[in-house]
């Protein structure tokens, strides 16, 4: 993932409407645990699957991180496990996280 999508909720502008208070409980738990990868809205329930018995999002493995929230973690100088071993690996370029900055809500 090189941008957000064109309706990510971390967007300052034209994000995709979340319930109240949403995104801020996004963010608590993003910072709350580094360990967890947060996906792109736009590549899950269309490729995974949610398994009734367990109450959990089956993941299918093509899954992306989203980038919003990636650029959220950085400019809180939070970034995750995830995030860091994909920068680690080449998956992603922590240029595109700090271009991605300037266009989401950091509070």
Not at 40 to 64: A, I, P, R, V
Not at 72 to 99: E, F, Q
């Amino acid at each position: 993932m090189k941008a957000p999508c064109k309706n990510c909720p971390f967007l300052k502008e034209h994000g995709i409407s979340l319930a109240e208070g949403r995104l801020q409980g996004i963010k608590n738990d993003l910072l709350a645990d580094d360990t967890v990868p947060f996906f792109c809205h736009k590549t899950t329930y269309s490729t995974g699957s949610y398994d009734d018995d367990s109450d959990q999002y089956q993941l299918s493995g093509k899954e992306s991180y989203c980038m919003g929230a990636m650029a959220y973690l950085y400019a809180k100088r939070r970034l995750n496990v995830p995030t860091r071993m994909g920068i680690m690996m080449g998956l992603c370029d922590l240029k595109d996280i700090v271009n991605t900055i300037p266009l989401i809500e950091v509070d």
